[in-house]
């Protein structure tokens, strides 16, 4: 079906804390769910690997807690993985661990790479600025110098995810959750990126809102056939947006699959349960 | 109350470490090196840091000009003046040509500065990329990994707001095409008088606690985007209702007898020696 990942992750791990003698082991660590009682320090991902391929949507779900944000933080480069490795496959970047790459190029994957929308609107917007200006940031970032261009480019994102025009010099802060929403992902669409990571984009949102950001996204995925990682701890959002899905459970993954085969048939116990609350 | 004794106010110590700070700052144009702000007889926000600038690098034989948004004669410029001479006994002039060091408030000099002269600017606000991102911590990043997205977006916000830059004033600067630049709040019109200085800018800001440095023949180069070029303010058309003069900085007042928008030079000294020169040369006239 698919030839080579866009983005392949091996072995990322992320802790919170520095271990000790006991959580130190490789294996039998005595955790109790991600969290050493010896310590105190947590575990938010440990030995995740996965590949993206290219115009897919990856969903990953999990109960809170389970280190999915913390998944997406260390992909994005908010925050630094303990260790592990990602590649991305692209001729300039092809055969690095862009985990080990210097700031400065951390930052061009970020700004031509990557795109990324927070589960907090807060975290992906500049609340204060306008939205045209929020699109611009990123379209600023990748080097653009051109008003003119950038106005134009921004302006038809906006109407594609259907904010009216006339509110474009508005602040996102006076915009409704939804509205924030379709201003992020307007934002982390500018400049196409080929990877867009999405983190719980519809928790909060009334469901008639929600509905609508998930169709969003769904047609972004269609017409523009950008590879997705969509993070939700709603089985429902993933039914309705994901291919293939990865279940995370204390920081591991312990299940992956089709979609469909998943929500058919979950060979593990917890998301047995998960599929049945669902149903 | 016990006089303060030492030249200069400060005592060497002071002046050493503020110095080293200077020289930091020369060494790396346009970066913003932290100093020790000390307590001044004057309020913070009336210009401490210029003042503590000036007060580390004055010598005997320098000679002092002090103007407050082209005044030499407005009250702060006074009493800055009036500081430094009981402390030090240099010699204070209004003349620019004769200065060796000139602590500013707003504004650069009209007659250009040359080699061997030092201004001093008065900075309220160092830190161009605050309004973007309220924290230190953050912006000392930002300014490492030259990521001065925030610098262009603000001015892309203007666009948008007002269908120009609207800077005032304290329109940012590339320094040395590397680090971004407050100038301090000078209009439009004097930034490129920073691009190749003959003479060595210092900029000290005494509340934020920051010296930094334009050294002479720097490149420093006002942000614009391709499409929307930096422009000075204009006076295209206007001169000085009392010298004549165009091309310069100038102040608008309402004429109240005629009611009428009359332009005059802001850089009163300029003004001034321009208004004497005039005379002279009628005097010359009427003789001849
Ligand atoms: N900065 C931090 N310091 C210590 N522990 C942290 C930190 N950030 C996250 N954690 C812990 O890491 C684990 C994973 O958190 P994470 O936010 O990734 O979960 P999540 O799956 O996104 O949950 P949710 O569905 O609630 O968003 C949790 O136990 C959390 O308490
Ligand atoms: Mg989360
Ligand atoms: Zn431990
Ligand atoms: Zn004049």
Known sequence: ?279 | MKTNTHFAFFDEGSKKEIRRAILKAVAIPGYQVPFASREMPIARGWGTGGLQITLSIIGKQDVLKVIDQGADESVNAVSIKKLVQATTGVKLTERTQESSIIQSRHRIPEVALTEGQILVLQVPMPEPLRPYEAKEYQTKILHSEEDYSGAWLMLFEQIMKYGQTATGADHPVYVNNRYVMAPSPIPRFDNPKMHQSEALILLGAGREKKIYAVPPYTDVASLAFDDYPFAVESFEGKHCHLCGATNVFMDELIDHSTGETIYQCNDTSYCMERLNANVEAEVEENHV
Request: a negative charge; hydrophobic letters at 35%.
């Open chain 1, 1 to 279: 079906m698919y030839e080579e990942p866009i983005l392949s992750v091996r072995n990322l791990k992320k802790q919170f804390g520095p271990g000790c003698h006991q959580c130190n082991q490789e294996h039998d660590k005595g955790l109790e769910k991600n969290y050493c009682p010896n310590c105190g320090t947590v575990y938010a991902c440990q030995d995740i690997s996965f590949d993206l391929f290219p115009g897919e949507i990856l969903g990953i779900v999990g109960e809170s807690g389970s280190g999915k944000s913390t998944l997406m933080q260390c992909l994005y480069f908010d925050a630094d993985a303990t260790s592990g490795e990602a590649y991305i496959h692209d001729a300039a970047l092809d055969g690095q661990n862009v985990f080990s790459l210097s700031s400065q190029k951390k930052r061009y994957i970020r700004n031509h790479k990557y795109g990324m929308v927070y589960q907090n609107p807060v975290h992906g917007l500049k609340m204060n600025f306008s939205s045209i200006g929020n699109i611009a940031e990123k379209l600023i970032a990748a080097g653009n110098r051109n008003v003119s261009e950038m106005e134009g480019v921004g302006k038809t994102l906006l109407e594609n995810v259907h904010i009216p025009l006339f509110r474009m010099k508005e602040a996102p802060k006076n915009f409704s959750g939804g509205m924030q929403q379709r201003v992020q992902i307007a934002k982390a669409l500018s400049n196409n990126p080929p990877i867009l990571f999405l983190d719980e984009v519809t928790t909060g949102l009334d469901l008639s809102v929600q509905a609508n950001v998930l169709d969003l996204i769904k047609r972004i995925q269609r017409e523009l056939g950008i590879s997705m990682v969509v993070v939700s701890h709603d089985l429902a959002v993933i039914r309705m947006l994901a291919d293939r899905t990865i279940v995370m459970l204390n920081g591991e993954i312990i299940e992956e699959g089709l979609t469909d085969q998943i929500l058919e048939d979950p060979q593990h116990a917890y998301t047995q349960q998960l599929v049945y609350s669902l149903l």
